[in-house]
């Protein structure tokens, strides 16, 4: 092969939001025919940098080349029309109009002006077979489960004849089937010198369908390597990078083998779509955690236990009495609390101040007509932004101006004070800055060491090893291992989240 | 499932219909092309301003100033004609450009500065209120030989119907919107506006213009309305059209459009206006029972398709959630 | 103090926090609306040198202040009970609606000579309780949208009145309930008092306890507010459920007044006054904090508008103008957008005018 001719360029790109770097001079080469793979941790920038490379965010600086010309999109629309086309983490497209529309919305065939629906359908048909997907096209997207969305888009994403295709995580919704179903699709479109930006958290998939890496931390790049020369350590190292290394080598036992008596039982617990019959064991003093990929149901776990979602079977006791929960405040009256997963949407409560989103949960449990005193109030918050160091001028500051470690910092300050028994941790460091987050694995640690009982999920193998004494590995909505002693290491969690 | 989508749609046709065959049943000459002509003639303001809340509300927005706007374009256009002795032509030819523009303006308030289009429309509905009171606070009457010939201007059905200009007016609009709707790219970018506009805007959808030329179209359909209104009254008066907004809105949801966006279909609205219409026929042929009964029972109709429609989409929530747990 | 100060995006304001002592953030939110009003009142000073008497007649007092706060009243109430549900991030279409059976109820009771004044009172308040339960129900359980599930009653609320009084304007002859309307006590108006009142009654049972704090939790963030152990439902039943108890008073003032009930007129379009008020006294629809007193300061101002133009001179009939025009800057004033653009503006401004100077 000769060498690939380069398609887009990105040079010393910079984009910087209030307060944060999020992108620090960044490279990127895309060439005709190759599938790019582009990696780094939750926060590491790939997002920010696939929006300001199609137009979506406007870059603060740097230079952006396309076919060797310099180029500036000013919006997606912008990039989709130079053949720059994006399919987004999250499935964009509109559940109320029909496959067919979503297919072709703004390159809709007519004739004198008015759309030829019938044409359009057939065109859909057509388009789909190429995926191997026979569906009714006029039905609309939202009777389609999430993997036939998620094709859709690609397909959207190839029906606009792109030269460069970005798929920002396409694979987190699919199952093997469809991945390589999708695999398939993006050989093809790599032999038609499609250039392909291919985003995931899965590393096998990497080796299987790239043939280059870039490696972004911190919002600055790592390197640029050739997949056939870069070992599969090298490449986390370059992702994981030394700090977060130390730290989680630390590998605490202070927690293994403790025989203490249960607090949390979980006998067979069903949710309607989204959990089938797990079961699991937390002792008091304990830290449990949940591994598996995203969709393969431990935040889901997490809210059958909180009461957010209502169980369709199965039992849970806590503390030996049995469990009905209808609403989280169920379960925090029984003793159990939850650092959500979404902290912005489901965490913090924005406009309001530190001291009130701190005191919110201590309120909601005395009632609404025993008002916390404002002193009071303000002695908590004060003795919480000083425990946690919580970095702030002052405790009447809106929370949603803090950095994401400091509001996850807020979240648990306002569970500590109500002192629950079991405290839910749903991947309590996403999304936070390497400082904050050596912060709050220390800050766990400690809640463990001081016998809080703990429930944690995270992305984070290493991370997960360090708090917990003992793993609960899940995938497709069931258990499929758990692990304890000297069986639970990184290794053997992947191996069992590969292997089910 | 697929005929799900037009469940509210066959609800709304088969009340229309039950109620015309029970009024047929219980009175004489109440199923007659008499009364379905005057039905559409007498209602064609209210369907034409209900067209445009259709493509507002399928938008994701709401319009409030549209009562005002046919008050404001009724007192203009009589202003014209019988102050200025300009002919109703040329003052169409004028009230509509300038109902775009103000249209325009809400719909570019809307978008630039992301306020909301139910208090945007709100000071919509003040302006142009108050802009027809300061025109006039009286009514104005046309007289005018055009308006004779628009009355004289029409053709009879067998049976005692009239087909007016009012309603010819009225049914090229509709020809018009549904096209639009349901046949050009404009109309697929207002239901994905309706979607997600997030969504819309990263699909490449010219959300801004849209917005825009989607308040406008609103205000020309309502100063369209004003229009024929004055066909009606032979006069403008500011007072006219309040709480029409109110009506448009009722018709636009009892035609199952989702007041939140993103579905709905142009002809619910008119079976929608002509279901409202037929209930007062009754009223009134049935003459024991008094006009407030209207209001209480579209208020009750109102109640039955938006928990209809609560129903419909949980439905397909759980139909969703069902193909997603069977998929893994 | 430079107008693009107060006016200052996140980003700006969290320059200013850093720089500025927490209590006067608070406070600027006090400044344009306040700043408002008092430009309204002189104003109408410079217009009317009169305008500041009051005069002590038959014990109580008269003047133009005294005007416009009676006039403000039945607004005030509905603005009350309209701050707590914006605060949700919800509204309320149907209080204008909710006057009008509240009021057709109280007079068809006073028809009923032998019935006791303070039985009529609660049954016309317990009829807006009841209303504005349904409204609750409506967004809380069944999950409407707030503006769908009170036009309901909006459209049906004037039907129901209507057919409570049968079509008529129902009048009555009863002193004791005229007074709600147009009594006097220590030489204010009653309405006047009832409006301190129910202002002073809310505030204690809003600030005092935590329910004030939990109205704000839920309108900012419904979801985290329920995942921390707040009762997003019953929060919001409740909202709906007190500004029914606020129109229904209001409904009986202005029947008070007229001594009778009008079905079709009664409290039309005041919603939309009382919705205009508490965003003119800064609340976003989206829900979040809001302060009854910016929303009193609100209806204040509208009155103060009208007043003015009428001791201006003005016809009656730009009144609708004027408050379109006002109602446009409030608006764009609390977009972000827009404040960035002045801000922008103002030093280009500022130049320009320097350099036009010799």
Redesign the interface.
Same mark, same amino acid.
């Given at each position: 092969m000769t060498t690939p001719s380069l398609v887009l360029e990105l040079k010393q790109v910079c984009k910087h939001f209030p307060g944060v770097k999020a992108l620090q001079n960044v490279d990127l080469r895309l060439f005709a025919g190759e599938v790019h793979a582009l990696l780094g941790e939750n926060g590491a920038g790939k997002s920010t940098l696939i929006k300001v490379m199609t137009g979506?965010l406007a870059k603060s600086s740097g230079d952006i080349y396309f076919n060797g010309q310099q180029c500036h999109f000013a919006?997606?629309?912008a990039a989709?029309?130079a053949g720059i086309s994006?399919v987004?983490q999250e499935v964009?497209?509109?559940?109320?109009?029909s496959v067919a529309?979503n297919l072709f919305?703004?390159h809709?065939p007519?004739r004198f002006?008015?759309?030829q629906?019938q044409k359009m359908q057939q065109q859909a048909q057509q388009l789909l077979l190429r995926f191997k997907l026979s569906i009714?096209v006029?039905?609309?997207l939202?009777?389609?489960?999430?993997?036939v969305q998620q094709l859709i888009a690609i397909a959207?994403g190839v029906a606009m004849s792109a030269k460069v295709l970005v798929l920002d995580e396409p694979t987190a919704s699919l199952?093997s089937g469809e991945v390589q179903m999708l695999f398939d699709v993006m050989r093809q479109l790599r032999e038609q010198g499609v250039a392909i930006v291919f985003i995931t958290h899965f590393l096998e998939q990497v080796y299987q369908i790239s043939d280059r890496i870039s490696v972004l931390r911190n919002g600055s790049k790592v390197g640029e390597y050739l997949t056939a020369d870069l070992p599969r350590s090298q490449l986390i190292e370059a992702m994981l990078g030394k700090e977060l290394q130390q730290l989680t080598e630390q590998h605490s036992a202070t927690n293994t083998a403790k025989q203490a008596e249960p607090l949390l039982v979980l006998q067979q617990i069903s949710v309607?779509?989204?959990l089938n019959d797990i079961s699991l064991t937390v002792a008091k003093g304990q830290a449990v955690g949940l591994a598996g990929l995203l969709?393969s149901g431990r935040t889901e776990v997490c809210r059958a236990v909180y009461g957010v979602d209502v169980l369709s079977g199965g039992e849970i006791q806590f503390g030996g009495k049995t469990l009905t929960l209808q609403q989280p405040a169920d379960a925090i009256k029984a003793g159990i609390a939850l650092c959500p997963e979404e902290r912005k949407t489901e965490g913090i409560i924005g406009p309001l101040s530190i001291r009130e989103n701190i005191m919110l949960a201590l309120q909601a449990r005395r009632g609404w007509w025993r008002y916390l005193p404002v002193k009071q109030q303000q002695q908590l918050a004060a003795f919480y932004i000083d425990k946690l160091q919580i970095a702030t001028p002052d405790a009447d500051k809106p929370i949603e101006q803090l950095s994401g470690g400091n509001q996850q910092k807020v979240i648990l300050a306002r569970w500590l004070a109500i002192n629950p028994q079991l405290l839910i941790l749903d991947e309590p460091t996403r999304g936070i800055d390497i400082g904050a987050h050596a912060e709050i694995v220390l800050l766990i640690k400690s809640l463990c060491q001081q016998g809080m009982s703990l429930l944690v999920t995270s992305s984070e193998l290493e991370e997960l090893v360090a708090f917990a004494g003992k793993v609960v590995v899940l995938r497709?909505?069931q258990k499929v291992a758990e692990l304890s002693g000297d069986n639970m290491t990184a290794q053997h969690i992947m191996q069992a989240i590969a292997e089910g | 499932?697929?005929s799900l989508?037009y469940l509210p749609l066959w609800i709304t046709a088969a009340l229309l219909c039950l109620l015309f065959g029970i009024g047929g049943w219980q009175f004489d000459g109440f199923a007659s092309l008499a009364v379905v002509s005057n039905l559409f003639s007498d209602n064609a303001f209210l369907l034409i301003v209900a067209l445009g809340m259709t493509l507002v509300i399928i938008s994701g927005g709401?319009d409030l100033s549209v009562g005002a706007v046919i008050a404001l374009s009724g007192v203009a256009v009589s202003l014209l004609i019988s102050q200025y002795q300009w002919h109703p032509l040329a003052a169409f030819a004028l009230i509509l450009p300038a109902a775009a523009l103000f249209g325009a303006l809400m719909g570019m308030?809307i978008h630039?500065?992301?306020?909301?289009p139910?208090?945007?429309t709100?000071?919509?509905m003040?302006?142009a209120?108050?802009?027809a009171?300061?025109l006039s606070?009286e009514s104005i009457a046309i007289d005018h030989s055009f308006y004779d010939a628009i009355a004289e201007f029409g053709f009879m059905l067998p049976g005692g119907g009239w087909v007016g200009a009012s309603t010819m007016i009225f049914i090229v609009v509709l020809v018009l919107v549904i096209?639009l709707m349901h046949?050009?790219?404009f109309g @697929?970018?207002v239901? $994905?506006i309706? #979607?997600?506009s997030?969504?819309?805007?990263?699909?490449?959808?010219?959300v801004a213009s849209t917005t825009i030329a989607i308040y406008a179209l609103s205000s020309v359909l309502a100063a369209l309305a004003g229009i024929v209104f004055t066909f009606y009254t032979f006069s403008g008066y500011a007072l006219a059209g309040v709480g029409m907004e109110?009506d448009a809105?009722?018709a636009v949801?009892i035609g199952g459009t989702l007041?939140?966006g993103?579905?709905g279909f142009v002809i619910g609205t008119v079976l929608g206006v002509l279901l409202m219409g037929v209930i007062q026929t009754y009223i009134i042929f049935d003459g024991s029972l008094?006009?407030?009964?209207?209001?209480?029972v579209?208020?009750?109709l109102?109640?039955g398709f938006?928990?209809l429609q609560?129903l419909l989409s949980r439905r397909?929530a759980i139909?969703? @959630?069902?193909?997603? $747990?069977?998929? #893994? | 103090m430079k107008p693009t100060q107060p006016c200052a995006d996140s980003l700006q304001q969290a320059r200013l926090a850093r720089y500025s002592p927490g209590s006067t953030k608070a406070s600027a939110r006090y400044l344009w609306p306040l700043a408002a009003l008092m430009l309204l009142l002189a104003v109408n000073l410079l217009l009317d040198a009169g305008f500041f008497q009051l005069s002590f007649q038959d014990g109580r007092l008269y003047g133009s202040l005294i005007d416009i706060l009676n006039r403000s009243a039945p607004v005030a109430l509905l603005a009350i009970g309209m701050s707590l549900v914006i605060a949700t991030g919800g509204?309320d279409l149907s209080v204008g609606a909710v006057m009008a059976i509240a009021g057709s109820i109280c007079a068809n009771l006073l028809l009923q000579a032998d019935l006791p004044l303070p039985l009529v009172i609660a049954a016309g308040l317990a009829t807006g309780i009841a209303a504005g339960l349904i409204n609750g129900t409506l967004v809380s359980y069944?999950?409407?949208?707030p503006?769908?599930?009170t036009?309901?009653?909006?459209?049906?609320?004037?039907?129901?009145a209507?057919?409570i009084n049968?079509?008529q304007i129902v009048t009555f002859l009863r002193p004791d309930f005229a007074w709600l309307g147009s009594g006097s006590w220590l030489g204010l108006p009653v309405p006047v008092w009832l409006v301190i009142v129910m202002f002073g009654l809310s505030q204690l049972l809003l600030r005092r306890t935590a329910l004030g704090l939990f109205i704000e939790a839920v309108g900012c963030n419904a979801t985290a507010s329920r995942y921390l152990g707040i009762n997003d439902k019953a929060i919001k039943l409740f909202v709906y459920a007190f500004a029914g108890f606020c129109a229904a008073l209001a409904g009986m003032i202005s029947a008070a007044d007229i001594q009778g009930s009008d079905?079709n007129n009664a409290g039309l379009w005041l919603e939309?006054d009382a919705?205009?008020a508490v965003?003119i006294g800064g609340a976003a629809?989206?829900g979040g904090r809001f302060s009854l007193l910016l929303s009193v300061i609100g209806v204040l101002i509208i009155q103060s508008l009208s007043t003015t133009i009428i001791v201006s001179g003005l016809p009656a009939?730009?009144?609708?103008?004027?408050?379109?025009?006002v109602?446009?800057l409030v608006?764009?004033l609390?977009?972000?957008?827009?404040r960035r653009q002045l801000s922008s503006w103002w030093p280009k401004l500022r130049k320009w005018r320097k350099g036009g100077q010799p």
């Amino acid at each position: 092969m000769t060498t690939p001719s380069l398609v887009l360029e990105l040079k010393q790109v910079c984009k910087h939001f209030p307060g944060v770097k999020a992108l620090q001079n960044v490279d990127l080469r895309l060439f005709a025919g190759e599938v790019h793979a582009l990696l780094g941790e939750n926060g590491a920038g790939k997002s920010t940098l696939i929006k300001v490379m199609t137009g979506a965010l406007a870059k603060s600086s740097g230079d952006i080349y396309f076919n060797g010309q310099q180029c500036h999109f000013a919006s997606p629309a912008a990039a989709q029309r130079a053949g720059i086309s994006t399919v987004y983490q999250e499935v964009n497209l509109l559940p109320n109009l029909s496959v067919a529309q979503n297919l072709f919305l703004g390159h809709e065939p007519r004739r004198f002006g008015l759309i030829q629906h019938q044409k359009m359908q057939q065109q859909a048909q057509q388009l789909l077979l190429r995926f191997k997907l026979s569906i009714d096209v006029s039905a609309p997207l939202a009777q389609y489960s999430v993997a036939v969305q998620q094709l859709i888009a690609i397909a959207r994403g190839v029906a606009m004849s792109a030269k460069v295709l970005v798929l920002d995580e396409p694979t987190a919704s699919l199952d093997s089937g469809e991945v390589q179903m999708l695999f398939d699709v993006m050989r093809q479109l790599r032999e038609q010198g499609v250039a392909i930006v291919f985003i995931t958290h899965f590393l096998e998939q990497v080796y299987q369908i790239s043939d280059r890496i870039s490696v972004l931390r911190n919002g600055s790049k790592v390197g640029e390597y050739l997949t056939a020369d870069l070992p599969r350590s090298q490449l986390i190292e370059a992702m994981l990078g030394k700090e977060l290394q130390q730290l989680t080598e630390q590998h605490s036992a202070t927690n293994t083998a403790k025989q203490a008596e249960p607090l949390l039982v979980l006998q067979q617990i069903s949710v309607k779509g989204s959990l089938n019959d797990i079961s699991l064991t937390v002792a008091k003093g304990q830290a449990v955690g949940l591994a598996g990929l995203l969709g393969s149901g431990r935040t889901e776990v997490c809210r059958a236990v909180y009461g957010v979602d209502v169980l369709s079977g199965g039992e849970i006791q806590f503390g030996g009495k049995t469990l009905t929960l209808q609403q989280p405040a169920d379960a925090i009256k029984a003793g159990i609390a939850l650092c959500p997963e979404e902290r912005k949407t489901e965490g913090i409560i924005g406009p309001l101040s530190i001291r009130e989103n701190i005191m919110l949960a201590l309120q909601a449990r005395r009632g609404w007509w025993r008002y916390l005193p404002v002193k009071q109030q303000q002695q908590l918050a004060a003795f919480y932004i000083d425990k946690l160091q919580i970095a702030t001028p002052d405790a009447d500051k809106p929370i949603e101006q803090l950095s994401g470690g400091n509001q996850q910092k807020v979240i648990l300050a306002r569970w500590l004070a109500i002192n629950p028994q079991l405290l839910i941790l749903d991947e309590p460091t996403r999304g936070i800055d390497i400082g904050a987050h050596a912060e709050i694995v220390l800050l766990i640690k400690s809640l463990c060491q001081q016998g809080m009982s703990l429930l944690v999920t995270s992305s984070e193998l290493e991370e997960l090893v360090a708090f917990a004494g003992k793993v609960v590995v899940l995938r497709d909505r069931q258990k499929v291992a758990e692990l304890s002693g000297d069986n639970m290491t990184a290794q053997h969690i992947m191996q069992a989240i590969a292997e089910g | 499932m697929m005929s799900l989508r037009y469940l509210p749609l066959w609800i709304t046709a088969a009340l229309l219909c039950l109620l015309f065959g029970i009024g047929g049943w219980q009175f004489d000459g109440f199923a007659s092309l008499a009364v379905v002509s005057n039905l559409f003639s007498d209602n064609a303001f209210l369907l034409i301003v209900a067209l445009g809340m259709t493509l507002v509300i399928i938008s994701g927005g709401i319009d409030l100033s549209v009562g005002a706007v046919i008050a404001l374009s009724g007192v203009a256009v009589s202003l014209l004609i019988s102050q200025y002795q300009w002919h109703p032509l040329a003052a169409f030819a004028l009230i509509l450009p300038a109902a775009a523009l103000f249209g325009a303006l809400m719909g570019m308030l809307i978008h630039v500065y992301k306020l909301q289009p139910f208090i945007v429309t709100l000071a919509g509905m003040f302006l142009a209120r108050g802009l027809a009171t300061t025109l006039s606070e009286e009514s104005i009457a046309i007289d005018h030989s055009f308006y004779d010939a628009i009355a004289e201007f029409g053709f009879m059905l067998p049976g005692g119907g009239w087909v007016g200009a009012s309603t010819m007016i009225f049914i090229v609009v509709l020809v018009l919107v549904i096209m639009l709707m349901h046949y050009s790219r404009f109309g @697929a970018c207002v239901y $994905a506006i309706g #979607g997600n506009s997030q969504s819309a805007q990263l699909m490449g959808v010219p959300v801004a213009s849209t917005t825009i030329a989607i308040y406008a179209l609103s205000s020309v359909l309502a100063a369209l309305a004003g229009i024929v209104f004055t066909f009606y009254t032979f006069s403008g008066y500011a007072l006219a059209g309040v709480g029409m907004e109110l009506d448009a809105i009722a018709a636009v949801v009892i035609g199952g459009t989702l007041l939140t966006g993103g579905s709905g279909f142009v002809i619910g609205t008119v079976l929608g206006v002509l279901l409202m219409g037929v209930i007062q026929t009754y009223i009134i042929f049935d003459g024991s029972l008094s006009s407030w009964w209207t209001k209480i029972v579209i208020g009750l109709l109102l109640f039955g398709f938006i928990v209809l429609q609560k129903l419909l989409s949980r439905r397909t929530a759980i139909t969703l @959630a069902a193909g997603r $747990a069977g998929h #893994g | 103090m430079k107008p693009t100060q107060p006016c200052a995006d996140s980003l700006q304001q969290a320059r200013l926090a850093r720089y500025s002592p927490g209590s006067t953030k608070a406070s600027a939110r006090y400044l344009w609306p306040l700043a408002a009003l008092m430009l309204l009142l002189a104003v109408n000073l410079l217009l009317d040198a009169g305008f500041f008497q009051l005069s002590f007649q038959d014990g109580r007092l008269y003047g133009s202040l005294i005007d416009i706060l009676n006039r403000s009243a039945p607004v005030a109430l509905l603005a009350i009970g309209m701050s707590l549900v914006i605060a949700t991030g919800g509204i309320d279409l149907s209080v204008g609606a909710v006057m009008a059976i509240a009021g057709s109820i109280c007079a068809n009771l006073l028809l009923q000579a032998d019935l006791p004044l303070p039985l009529v009172i609660a049954a016309g308040l317990a009829t807006g309780i009841a209303a504005g339960l349904i409204n609750g129900t409506l967004v809380s359980y069944l999950k409407i949208q707030p503006i769908v599930a009170t036009l309901l009653l909006m459209v049906a609320g004037r039907g129901v009145a209507q057919l409570i009084n049968q079509g008529q304007i129902v009048t009555f002859l009863r002193p004791d309930f005229a007074w709600l309307g147009s009594g006097s006590w220590l030489g204010l108006p009653v309405p006047v008092w009832l409006v301190i009142v129910m202002f002073g009654l809310s505030q204690l049972l809003l600030r005092r306890t935590a329910l004030g704090l939990f109205i704000e939790a839920v309108g900012c963030n419904a979801t985290a507010s329920r995942y921390l152990g707040i009762n997003d439902k019953a929060i919001k039943l409740f909202v709906y459920a007190f500004a029914g108890f606020c129109a229904a008073l209001a409904g009986m003032i202005s029947a008070a007044d007229i001594q009778g009930s009008d079905a079709n007129n009664a409290g039309l379009w005041l919603e939309l006054d009382a919705i205009l008020a508490v965003v003119i006294g800064g609340a976003a629809l989206s829900g979040g904090r809001f302060s009854l007193l910016l929303s009193v300061i609100g209806v204040l101002i509208i009155q103060s508008l009208s007043t003015t133009i009428i001791v201006s001179g003005l016809p009656a009939k730009f009144n609708l103008l004027i408050k379109a025009v006002v109602v446009l800057l409030v608006l764009l004033l609390q977009s972000d957008k827009f404040r960035r653009q002045l801000s922008s503006w103002w030093p280009k401004l500022r130049k320009w005018r320097k350099g036009g100077q010799p």
